[in-house]
């Protein structure tokens, strides 16, 4: 072979490569980027830091927190005007992300009552109902270890439906919910919230209004039926 031929080899190999290297470094870049633990939520907890640096809430408050349920609740406070309630659901949260986050946007607020709305973000995302379960438990340990007195409501699941799915409620919802009932009788400062059952109409069919279009999200009317559960809590 050539000399000329070796030359030219090399240098088309060297470009293979820079293209090579050039094509895939998005990608790359793409995937490091992709967090899929609760550092996903760093800047949505930074905001609630933020807010309130700059406007401290009450100590001894209601709590809210969990998924979207919780966050879409934006006028939660008008449904217990004899309470101060601090909203810090966010869009998508696991119980196993407001776990990791406990010490930044639970116990900081020192909350009296906790409403804690979340497991079905768990389940979609492969957990197991046990799973939900154990860290319902821990979430408790953490928050009784600082505030003993604390009260924390876990609020199960409602039978919840995406537009043309199959009507039967997934078995993995009702076994959380039996998971999260048992626990709450074993400890006593964790009370479950019945929402399943509160969402089902006389003939024990699931009622589509609580809902809004998507099947999963809670219309003004299931925000009232909710609330409702919990003033009977209170």
């Known amino acids: 072979m050539s000399t000329k031929q070796l030359s030219f080899r090399y240098h088309f190999s060297i470009a293979l490569m820079l293209g090579f290297f050039t094509a895939a470094t998005p990608a790359v870049a793409q995937t490091a980027k992709k967090v899929r633990g609760p550092e996903r939520w760093e800047n ?21 927190i ?23 659901g966010f869009g998508g949260g696991r119980l196993t992300d407001v776990l990791h986050f406990t010490d930044r946007i639970v ?9 804690l709305n979340a497991g079905g973000n768990d389940l979609s995302s492969g957990k197991t109902p046990e799973q939900v379960r154990d860290a319902a438990q821990a979430f408790s340990a953490k928050v009784h270890t600082s505030f003993p007195d604390t009260r924390i409501f876990t609020i199960g699941l409602p039978h919840v439906q995406r537009p043309n799915s199959a009507p039967r409620v997934p078995t993995a919802i009702l076994e959380m919910n039996r998971l999260l009932k048992e626990l709450a009788q ?15 109409d006389e003939q ?19 925000y009232s039926i909710l609330a409702d559960q919990l003033r009977k809590k209170l």
Do not use: C, M
């Not at 116990?107 to 409403?115: G, N, R």
């Open 107 to 115: 116990l900081p607020y020192e909350p009296k009552i906790i409403w």
């Open 44 to 64: 949505t907890i930074q905001q609630f830091e933020a807010s309130d640096a700059k406007t401290p809430p009450p100590k001894g408050a209601v709590l809210l």
């Open 204 to 222: 024990g069919q699931r009622r589509p209004d609580l809902f809004v279009k998507d099947g999963i999200h809670f219309s003004a009317k299931g």
């Open 186 to 200: 074993t400890e006593k400062k964790i009370e479950y919230v019945d929402i399943f059952s509160a969402f089902l």
């Open 66 to 88: 969990g998924g979207s349920n919780a966050r879409r609740w934006n006028d939660v406070g008008d449904y217990f005007p004899n309470h101060k309630v601090i909203n810090r």
